[in-house]
């Protein structure tokens, strides 16, 4: 295991981000994808390295798709000897796996969407900090047919979509409504449990319509050449919010975050590292996503990343864009956030 890495007093310098308008669709490119505390960190000399306050690996949990495509970086880092620690990455299909670990204190941290982070800072009395924003917008309307050419055309149709209680729940709910349309009564919205059985039941159905996630998107649209996406659910956010769409935020457990702060610092490190590569070197991402499960094939994989909007915002890229995208949320429904917004101790910064 490596023990040794940089000081990492010096975490300040920000990079900027892709402007806000940008759709879900665009590339980000490696010098937008890194931000805030964590982009400076190899600056530090490496004369006052000093040995991290946590020897066991950093178990830390993602789940199937984009989130997690950020990641998975961190164990091709680990194995070249590169990394500031050992990494025990766990995929899971659903966030309601990994919140009972996380509660537990059996996960030391998670990639999850950014509502269901904002809860679980209720639930648990402020004991989950974010520490970074890791995916933008991702979602996409997608529909065997071409019938769907605006968000009017949603009216008395059936969506089948996965994220009940998470990101694209309450995405869709607040374009729905910003539409003009009642959630609840003018269309039918049936949830799955996971991306890979609603694309299922769209092989099934006639003039099928789904909310999906990239990679998903990609892989449907491969499979099934009469799929195409109807809506970029970026570009219809943009139109009636004026905040950033966040997927998901990548959050630490308050305890294990005070007892080694060091070791949240060398993993934000090393993540701008991992984000990088997700962007620029996509056969090798692809490659680790298949391996590690996160999409089922690198072909996908690889075509999906340009998509998938992955990035590391961190310090105050991190507060802005993730305290603006709750608050639009709280104020369209209290519960999506866990009833009220998170506190300022929501936000990790290193001390």
Known sequence: MKKF?????????????????????????ASTAVSGEAASSEAASSEAAETLSA?????IAGLKGPTTMGLVNLLSMEQAGTAAMDYDLQLYGAADEIVPLLMKGELDMAAIPANLAATLYQKTGGGIEAVA????????????????QSFGDLKGRTILSTGKGT???????????????????????????????????MATMEDAIAVLPQPYVTAACLQDDSLRVALDLTEEWNKVAGTQLITGVTVV?????QQHPDVVAAFLADYVKSVEA????????????EEQGVVAKAAIAKKALPACNIVCLTGEELKT??????????????????GALPGEDFYWTAG
């Open 253 to 257: 457990r308050k305890e294990y975050a």
């Open 167 to 201: 990101t694209p729940e309450y995405v869709l709910r607040y374009l729905l409504t910003s539409n003009g349309m009642d959630p609840d009564k003018d269309v039918d919205i049936q949830y799955c449990s996971e991306a890979t059985e609603v694309t299922a039941q």
């Open 55 to 59: 020897t066991e690996a950093l178990r």
């Open 278 to 289: 997700a962007n620029t070197d996509l056969d090798g991402t692809a490659a680790l996503c």
């Open 321 to 338: 864009n993730a305290s603006a995208y709750l608050q639009v949320l709280c104020d369209a429904d209290p519960a999506a956030v866990g």
């Open 133 to 148: 924003v890791n995916t933008l917008g991702v979602l996409y309307i997608v529909e065997k047919g071409d019938t769907v």
């Open 5 to 29: 890495v940089s000081l990492l007093l010096a975490l300040s310098m920000m990079l900027c981000l892709a402007a806000c308008g940008g759709s879900a669709g665009s590339a980000v490119s």
